[in-house]
């Protein structure tokens, strides 16, 4: 503790993802820092344990992250630092931890060193590595609070980065040398920032060989910078100075402040699912500093979600990426989606697409998009998620993958093997659309009723349900599809007993008849269809109850039709989806004899949706005078629309200020697209 008078010594924290980033970023700055008195310390959020091992290093999986910790401790010692403390988060994935958790941990560090300079990676500028991103929004974040407690400096936050022209040089002799460095379009890949954004500019040439000896402790690390860098002592060169961006307080802006945001428009077809992903995506885009782009605006970059589950919808898919490229010939087009899964190639070749995206590559697709050259050089800055989404009511991803393998379907190749995503992590996300002013989520999943079941868990569903209404501030849940096998008892007795779960079910009946759903290989037969939805009818008042139906299936005779028609009188569905059977190519019902003509497919659909428009009318009737629970979506013209908790859609007397509220009003009147009520 300094003497009384004394002032007390200067503080340096570095905050980064890996073992050895502090030596790259802050290791002139330690060697030149230490032996002046200032006091440095280094946090890093994990040990390692991922990473690729050297050759020859004698580190095994097992011994990794010990390893790690012990390079890193003596490449600090070399620095002369012994301040050296890891978080406990795992290597690759960071950015999959609890946002609030890794905030913390920083704010944790932060309390304890008392630093009045802090330093991590500007994120996206050395690389866009989900891990390195996540750390520096979370010190970002920590740091804001940090900075509002009381201390004998005002603290500073500054961003550690390569300057474009290095990176070029680092390029070039590389090129020269044969070492081949990941692409820029690779979102993991170096990448510089431009030379004009730093604020600060080291000389640490008095001390490079000092740093390369640190680096040089950090044996188990392979990558292909360091044999670059031996090679006619480069390292000279790579340590002669180290550059920074001012954060906080700002000596001038990174951006300027005129600069409007870039924007981003989404087009996304489909299935729920793909609005689950679509709303994740615009979230992490505009966290890393994308607007919604709105009508009349010109978007900088385009994403469309596409779908091909049928011939129809692969066509419509085609369609609208060519639109789109043609629309706005100065963004970039990013497509993704099941299209995107099942003809990658045939997509790539359409004029105007930069970047195609499978299913698997969603989750990370900001840091996708944001590696494409174009987008790099656009006025991006890191920052808090917007609250603006694409849907008052958001979707929320469950789970994905199918195992069924339906005769007409291409989903199981599209998608993948049944995942279902960790409860807490669903939690979390639910929590998050909370806290942005969300108040009904939409549960989704291709197979949503099986939930739990790829990790051997029964009636996992019901308990996801359970923790989900438990969330304070969290006013409806819905529920998208489930098949009938998985209506089971304590699914409808949530629905029925919990008034925050939405009192309707869609439930895919497909066809009525069970020779039909056999060639389709659907899990149950009409028998069950009936029982598991009659009962959920029975035990809950005012079920909406909606259905697929597929109208024309092969070697389906006029006499099946007439059993799905029956079927559907039966039940009285509330809504009717229904389809004419399309020959997807690769679908073992394409190749089936008896194919039904169209014309005859044609009047079995009219048939049908005559049919379900009489019965949605019916139950909208049956509302007239009772109340209505209702979340509204949009207002103009003195006239409100929502959606009741049973998926009626309502119009009634209101303005602006009822939009993103649940409110109760009375059934007045009735035809088959809605309902007019008074408040």
């Known amino acids: 503790m300094a003497e009384a008078g004394e002032a007390r010594p200067l503080v340096l924290l570095g905050c980064f993802a890996h073992p050895d980033d502090e030596t790259w970023a802050l290791g002139g700055s330690f060697a030149l820092l230490v032996p002046k008195g200032v ?3 280094a946090w890093t959020a994990t040990r390692g344990q991922a990473g690729e091992i050297a050759d020859g290093s004698g580190a095994t999986r097992e011994t990794l992250s010990q390893v790690r910790e012990a390079e890193e401790r003596a490449a600090m010692t070399v620095l002369g630092v012994t301040d050296v403390e890891f978080g406990e988060f795992m290597d690759g994935q960071v950015s999959d931890a609890d946002p609030a958790e890794l ?3 920083v704010q944790r560090a932060l309390e304890r060193v008392r630093p009045d300079v802090v330093v991590t990676m500007e994120p996206g500028g050395v690389t866009a590595h989900p891990d390195h991103v996540a750390v520096s929004v979370a010190v970002l974040a920590a740091f804001a609070a940090y900075a509002q407690s009381p201390g004998e400096r005002e603290p500073r936050l500054y961003y550690w980065g390569v300057p474009a022209s290095q990176m070029a040089r680092f390029r070039e002799v590389a090129a020269e040398q044969g070492v081949e460095l990941p692409g820029e379009d690779d979102p993991f890949g170096p990448r510089g920032t431009p030379d004009e954004r730093f604020t600060c500019w080291v000389d640490t040439s008095p001390v490079a060989e000092q740093v390369w000896r640190a680096l040089e402790e950090h044996r188990t690390q392979a990558d292909p910078f360091r044999a670059m860098m031996r090679a006619g002592e480069l390292w000279r060169e790579v340590f002669a100075a180290t550059a920074f961006v001012r954060v906080h307080p700002v000596a001038r802006p990174v951006v300027p402040e005129t600069a409007p945001a870039p924007k981003v428009a989404f087009k996304t077809l489909g299935c729920r699912l793909n609005q689950a992903e679509s709303e994740r995506a615009l979230e992490a885009l505009g966290a ?3 607007d919604l782009a709105h009508a009349g605006e010109e978007p900088d970059v385009v994403v469309i979600n596409t779908c091909t589950v049928t011939r129809e919808s692969t066509a ?4 609208l990426i060519r639109k789109t490229a043609e629309a706005h010939p100065g963004a970039t087009v990013v497509v993704t989606g099941c299209y995107a899964v099942s003809d990658p190639e045939v997509v790539k070749a359409i004029p105007g697409v930069d970047l195609v995206v499978d299913n698997e590559g969603k989750d990370r697709l900001a840091d996708l998009v944001t590696a494409v050259p174009r987008v790099r050089r656009l006025p991006l800055m890191v920052r808090e998620a917007p609250v603006e989404r694409l849907r008052t009511r958001v979707a ?3 789970q994905t993958g199918c195992d069924e393998w339906c005769t007409f379907c291409i989903i199981p190749r599209t998608r993948g093997p049944l995942k279902s995503y960790p409860e807490d992590e669903i939690v979390a996300d639910v929590r998050r659309q909370v806290a942005r002013g969300v108040r009904e989520v939409v549960l989704t999943g291709v197979h949503l009723g099986k939930y739990g079941e790829d990790r051997g868990e029964r009636e996992g569903l019901a308990r996801l349900v359970d923790r989900l209404t438990a969330i304070e501030g969290l006013v409806r849940l819905r ?3 489930v098949l009938p096998v998985q209506v089971t008892p304590a699914l409808v007795g949530r629905v029925r007993d919990d008034p925050k779960v939405c009192r309707h079910l869609h439930v895919p009946l497909q066809a009525g008849d069970d020779e039909v759903l056999e060639r389709m290989h659907r899990p149950y037969r009409v ?12 035990e809950i008042p005012g079920l909406g109850l909606s259905t697929d139906v597929i109208v024309g299936f092969p070697g389906e005779t006029r006499e099946q039709f007439a059993a799905t028609l029956r079927v559907t009188e039966r039940v009285g569905f509330s809504k009717l989806h229904v389809f004419r059977y399309s020959q997807r190519p690769d679908t073992p019902a394409a190749t089936m004899p008896e194919q039904v003509p169209e014309g005859e497919k044609k009047a079995r659909a009219r048939e049908l949706i005559a049919l379900g428009n009489e019965l949605r009318r019916r139950f909208h009737e049956a509302h ?5 629970s209702v979340l509204v979506e949009t207002a103009g013209d003195g006239l409100a629309e929502g959606t009741s908790d049973n998926y009626i859609k309502v119009r009634f007397p209101g303005g602006p200020d009822l939009v993103d509220r649940v409110v109760t009003v009375r059934g007045a009147r009735a035809d088959n697209e809605g309902m007019e009520a008074t408040p």
């Not at 007239?624 to 209505?628: A, I």
């Open 39 to 41: 006091r440095c310390a």
């Open 103 to 105: 905030v913390g941990a």
């Open 288 to 290: 890393k500093g994308f």
């Open 316 to 319: 419509s898919s085609r369609r």
């Open 396 to 398: 929320i991803k469950a």
């Open 479 to 481: 529920l998208s599809s």
């Open 527 to 538: 028998a069950e269809f009936l029982d598991r939805v009659e009962h959920a009818k029975a």
């Open 624 to 628: 007239v005078g009772r109340p209505l």
